[in-house]
């Protein structure tokens, strides 16, 4: 089993950045692709950006490319991302998960363990 935390959301003025943090316990993650998502109220969760187990693949959404980057430490189990010039659409839960492959996924189902979900609000 996999436990993961997230960190690091909040409140922040358009044009802000905030990085996110998520931490891994129990089984080691640093073998695993990891990925961030989100869910923005009334919408259905979508990907964000994911990374292979040595981060040499990554993956973005195209809302979100050019503003973040995505970045592991598998020495303290920790999954970044970095979210720039942030935009009020940019408001939703955002969640960490992993899987059980080392290759990233865009798709949602292919993520076997996810985190509770750390709010980012973006005021205009």
């Known amino acids: 089993q996999v436990q993961l935390v997230e960190f690091g959301g909040g409140l922040v003025q358009a044009g802000g950045s905030l990085r996110l943090s998520c931490v891994a316990s129990?089984?080691?993650?640093?073998?695993?692709?990891m990925a961030w998502f989100r869910q923005a109220p009334g919408k259905e969760r979508e990907f964000v950006a994911a990374l292979s187990w040595n981060a040499g693949i990554t993956y973005y959404a195209d809302s979100v490319k050019g503003r973040s980057t995505i970045s592991r430490d598998n020495a303290k189990s920790t999954l970044y991302l970095q979210m720039n010039s942030l935009k009020p659409e940019d408001t939703a839960v955002y969640y960490c998960?992993?899987?059980?492959?080392?290759?990233?996924?865009?798709?949602?189902?292919?993520?076997?363990?996810w985190g509770q979900g750390t709010q980012v609000t973006v005021s205009s």
């Open positions: 129990g089984r080691t993650v640093s073998g695993s692709a």
């Open positions: 998960a992993t899987s059980t492959h080392w290759s990233p996924t865009m798709t949602l189902s292919a993520y076997n363990y």
